[in-house]
């Protein structure tokens, strides 16, 4: 008798540590759906999303190789509220269709644990329903903006205004069900943490 299937939401801000709690479950043996990847699959050249998007927004929209622009369309929608709306109703379908394919297909490999990878999940409404529990990856706000500079070598104006147009830490607090606070911890640490929660989902 196989143990029920746990379907877990993981999300977390910028610079949270969300991908590298995501690698450890893996290893763990869960099933990764990742959102993220996901959307850039569909405005990839060839992507799903690519024919809509040009009728909605323009041809001047897709580079010549025949992706989503990625940046221009970043530019767009982050200063226009109805142009994110817009590309959102286009994007968010067509990822829940390819995320219900794939946790069935996970499901049907006899899977204990399928973790979807979403970092809009508190802002998006949608998911809780879908998912049996909610994992949050917290830490503070000034450890967030150190992490992304370093990484992506961004200044910390630009990582202030993502950070502000994510949900806020309280919400996502508010949301988990279960919390790993990742502050003063090293990779490795993380890692140690991550393998102790995983019986909790079935691992």
Do not use: Y
Request: net charge positive; glycine share 6%.
């Amino acid at each position: 008798m196989h143990p029920p299937l746990q379907r877990i939401g993981l999300t977390g801000g910028i610079g949270s540590g969300k991908s590298t709690v995501a690698r450890v479950l893996v290893d763990c043996g869960a099933a990764l759906i990742d959102a993220d990847a996901i959307s850039r699959q569909l405005t990839a050249p060839g992507g799903a999303a690519i024919s809509a998007l040009a009728s909605q927004f323009g041809p001047h929209i897709i580079t010549a190789e025949g992706a989503m622009d990625r940046d221009r369309m970043r530019q767009l929608a982050f200063n226009d509220p109805a142009i994110k709306k817009q590309l959102e109703a286009i994007i968010h379908p067509l990822v829940s269709q390819e995320s219900l394919r794939q946790s069935s297909a996970a499901a049907d490999a006899g899977r204990a644990c399928i973790v979807f990878d979403i970092p809009l999940l508190v802002e998006s409404g949608r998911w809780r329903q879908q998912l049996d529990r909610v994992l949050v990856v917290d830490c503070t706000e000034n450890t967030q903006i150190a992490r992304v500079m370093a990484r992506n070598a961004l200044t910390r104006e630009s990582v202030e205004k993502i950070i502000a147009a994510q949900a806020s830490r309280a919400q996502r607090l508010a949301a988990a069900d279960v919390c790993i606070c990742n502050e003063g911890l090293s990779l490795q640490a993380l890692a140690r943490l991550v393998c102790q929660l995983a019986p909790r989902f079935g691992l």
